[in-house]
């Protein structure tokens, strides 16, 4: 009798024991729902949009297509670890390093059996040119390399804490993996969901109808049809182009209050020694360089020219760099003024200092004529023909 008593005295506690656990439960969940379903839909869209997968994952899936890909994430930005690994990969003949000014670069500027990679965006300060060739293997380092320059590398005025930086040893890694965890992601990008969404920038059903059968990575590849192609060249969007007064007026402002690359400055940097590094490394390695200033807007450089004459380093720094390029027998042009390359109005311009796909097929033309090496690869009277005949101001090829 006492050993019966005992087990339903311990059965009782143990239902007791599941009763108050189950209330507790029940309690937290009511507790937490809000914040679950404030966050459900946002962790379902980053999950749809391929937004929380790895670069390296990101690659395999590229890889595995089947077919060209368009890689633009909205909430990460992995840019020189991407581009470094899509160089690997593809083992490119011709190179096309620089910043974002040199992403208008396309493969079918070039013969058929060429292979090239456009890993524009992969640097941005002057050393990591060199240090972005440094990651490749030796065995795999491009026979050709395209790099266009950026005016500002040779501002006194411009980031000037990281040139010192750079000059004690101190500077960051730019082509290390940065891991970022899909909580993470979503704890700090959860409000931007809802605000793309309010906007009509995000459409959940267009995503959920696309999931699966796709090849865009990234949501502003899948809904704005913006990235970074398999050439290694960037597709902006309808959306981003549409918005041309905005993209002008940027520029302007940034003039105006003499800040974010358009700082003013009268005397130029003397930064040579680390384009020397560079230069040296390629001669070592027997890639041969071809070298640019990139141009501006018509607007941007009238404005920098004309209205505002702090800007003279400008007009010092081909001077500068020319008998740099020339000591290594190596080709080097100056485009900062667009009207060089032929254009005549800023309608072929992405923005005051990014220019069109079909400016860069004029870069490409310019400094084929200069580089004898260049004009093997390339068939100019073709390129010249597209020249001529593609109507839309942007775009050469339809992709």
């Not at 994952?57 to 368009?70: F, I, S």
């Not at 992995?78 to 620089?98: A, C, H, M, R, S």
């Not at 890993?119 to 240090?131: I, M």
Request: hydrophobic content about 40%.
């Amino acid at each position: 009798m006492g050993t019966t008593t005992v087990y339903l005295f311990s059965i009782l506690r143990i239902s007791l024991v599941i009763n108050m656990a189950r209330k507790f439960f029940i309690k937290i969940f009511i507790l937490l729902f809000p914040f679950i379903a404030l966050l459900a839909y946002p962790a379902l869209v980053i999950i749809l949009a391929d937004e929380e997968i790895s670069v390296d994952r990101a690659l395999v899936l590229e890889l595995n297509a089947g077919q060209a890909t368009l890689y633009g994430p909205a909430f990460t930005n992995e840019v020189p670890y991407y581009k470094l690994q899509k160089t690997i990969q593809n083992n490119p003949d011709v190179l096309i390093l620089g910043t974002s000014r040199v992403m208008q670069f396309r493969s079918g500027f070039f013969q058929q059996h060429v292979k090239m990679y456009n890993s524009g965006g992969a640097v941005s300060y002057l050393w990591e040119y060199k240090d972005f060739l440094q990651n490749i293997p030796k065995q795999s380092l491009p026979k050709l390399i395209i790099i266009g320059i950026d005016q500002w590398q040779f501002n006194p005025n411009w980031r000037s804490d990281r040139f010192n930086a750079y000059k004690n040893n101190i500077q960051p890694e730019p082509f290390v993996r940065i891991e970022h965890s899909f909580l993470n992601i979503l704890q700090t990008n959860f409000w931007k969901i809802y605000k793309y969404t309010f906007r009509g920038q995000i459409n959940f059903l267009n995503l959920l109808n696309k999931s699966g059968e796709r090849h865009e990575v990234g949501l502003t590849a899948i809904m704005d049809q913006q990235g970074f192609r398999a050439d290694g060249s960037y597709r902006y969007g309808d959306r981003f182009l549409d918005n041309s007064d905005e993209r002008y007026n940027d520029v302007r402002r940034r003039i105006e209050k003499n800040s974010n690359l358009f700082e003013r400055s009268q005397n130029t940097a003397d930064r040579k020694s680390m384009l020397k590094d560079f230069l040296e490394f390629c001669k070592q390695n027997g890639i041969h360089v071809i070298a640019f200033l990139p141009p501006y807007s018509l607007d941007s450089f009238e404005i920098m020219n004309n209205l505002y004459p702090d800007y003279k380093y400008l007009s010092d720094i081909a001077g500068v760099l020319k008998p740099v390029f020339s000591r290594y027998n190596f080709t080097f042009v100056d485009f900062t003024d667009p009207a060089v390359l032929g254009v005549t109005n800023d309608s072929e311009m992405i923005d005051g200092f990014h220019g069109s796909e079909k400016t860069y097929l004029r870069v490409i033309i310019r400094l084929a004529e200069a580089d004898e090496r260049l004009r093997q690869l390339v068939d100019l009277s073709y390129l010249r023909q597209l020249l001529d005949t593609r109507p839309g101001p942007l775009y050469i090829f339809g992709d």
